[in-house]
C-alpha cells in the first residue's frame, strides 16, 4: 500500500482526499516508479474541475512527475532498477508509488535533480512542440506568450528568445511582468492596465506578432487574433479562463487570412519516438544552461489542495513541485 490523493468526484479543492492504495508489481512492459517529486499544472485543475472528463472515480489526477525505479515488468530493457527517470502527461501522479508504461518515461541526466525533472517534464515539452512544432519560429519572429511569468511561459521566453524570436510576454501585474524580463521578454504587456492587441501591435510597428501562444483561452481570444500579423497563427493550448466559444472560420479572413490550432502534448508524445524527441530538446537546452527551471513554490502532496487554489488564484509563478 501507498500514499496517494482521490477524487470521488469533481468540484474545487475540497474533493481532495488522502487514501492508501495498493501499486501492484509491474507488469510486461510496466515500471514501478517510487516518485520523489510531482509536477503541478493547470490541466491538474482542468480534469479536477471536470473540464477534462475523467472515465472513472475514485481517481487520481496529476499528469507529471519524477523518480527511481523501484522494479521493472517483462520486457523493460530501457530503464532498469535504481534508474532516475521523469515523465509528461501520464495521469495519477499524486501518489508517493505508481506503474507507468516504460516507453513514457525518460531517464534524467546526471545534471538535472528529480525536482527539477517533475518540474519541467510537461511545461517544457509543450514549449518545445510550441516552438519548433506547433509554429517553428524563425530569428527575428515576433512572438506573444501568454502567463509569460508562469512555468510554461518563463521557458517559452527563454527558448524563444534562444532561438532568436523577439517574446513579448503577457502579464498580470508588473511584478511578473519583471519576471518575464528576467526570463528573456524584450518586451511585456500588461492586461490589467493596456489593451493587448493595441500594445502588441505598436510594438511591432502595426504589423502584429508572428504567433500568439495562448493558454488563457475564452477570455483573450479576440484579442490574440487581433494581435497577429497577416498570415499569423493562434495557438490556443490552455483554457485557463475557460475554452474558446464556437467562432465561424469566416472571420479569420478579414483579419489577415490566419491560422487557428489547439495542439496537445497527448499528441506530441503518442510514440516512443516523438516523446524521445521532445525530451532530448528539453534536456539539451537545460543541461547547456539556455533554460533554466525556476521552481518557485513547493508544497507537500497533502497540501495540494492549498497548492490548487494558489494555481486558480495566479499567486503562483514559474514552476511548482509537490513532495509526496
Request: net charge negative; charged share 20%; with cysteine.
Amino acid at each position: 500500500m501507498t500514499k496517494a490523493i482521490i477524487i470521488k468526484q469533481t468540484g474545487g479543492p475540497e474533493v481532495f482526499q488522502s487514501a492508501e492504495v495498493n501499486v501492484g508489481n509491474p507488469g510486461p512492459g510496466e515500471i514501478k516508479l517510487k516518485q520523489t517529486a510531482v509536477g503541478l499544472n493547470f490541466i491538474d485543475v482542468y480534469l479536477r474541475t471536470g473540464l477534462y472528463p475523467l472515465n472513472d472515480f475514485p481517481e487520481i489526477i496529476g499528469m507529471e512527475g519524477a523518480g527511481v525505479v523501484s522494479a521493472v515488468g517483462e520486457g523493460v530493457t530501457a530503464v532498469k532498477e535504481g534508474d532516475r527517470v521523469a515523465y509528461p502527461m501520464v495521469k495519477g501522479a499524486y501518489t508517493q508509488e505508481r506503474l507507468i508504461p516504460d516507453w513514457k518515461v525518460a531517464k534524467l541526466p546526471d545534471a538535472i535533480s528529480d525536482e527539477t525533472g517533475a518540474a519541467m517534464m510537461l511545461k517544457g515539452m509543450t514549449a518545445h512542440y510550441l516552438l519548433h512544432r506547433t509554429y517553428k519560429v524563425q530569428p527575428g519572429d515576433p512572438i506573444l506568450v501568454y502567463a509569460a511569468a508562469g512555468g510554461v511561459g518563463q521557458i517559452l521566453c527563454q527558448w524563444g528568445k534562444e532561438m532568436g524570436a523577439v517574446v513579448i510576454g503577457c502579464v498580470g501585474s508588473e511584478a511578473k511582468a519583471e519576471l518575464a524580463k528576467a526570463a528573456g521578454a524584450a518586451h511585456t504587456i500588461n492586461y490589467s492596465t493596456e489593451n493587448i492587441a493595441e500594445k502588441a501591435r505598436e510594438l511591432t510597428g502595426g504589423e502584429g506578432v508572428a504567433v500568439a501562444y495562448d493558454s488563457i483561452g475564452k477570455a483573450t481570444f479576440e484579442a490574440s487574433l487581433d494581435s497577429l500579423r497577416p498570415f499569423g497563427t493562434y495557438v490556443t493550448y490552455g483554457n485557463a479562463s475557460g475554452p474558446v466559444d464556437p467562432f465561424s472560420p469566416a472571420i479569420l479572413g478579414p483579419k489577415g487570412s490566419l491560422y487557428v490550432t489547439r495542439p496537445t502534448l497527448a499528441t506530441h508524445t503518442r510514440n516512443p519516438e516523438i516523446l524521445a524527441e521532445g525530451a532530448n530538446a528539453l534536456f539539451d537546452v537545460v543541461t547547456s544552461g539556455k533554460v533554466k527551471i525556476n521552481i518557485i513554490q513547493k508544497y507537500e502532496l497533502t497540501d495540494v489542495a492549498q497548492a490548487h487554489r494558489d494555481l486558480e488564484d495566479r499567486k503562483t509563478t514559474g514552476s511548482t513541485v509537490l513532495i509526496p
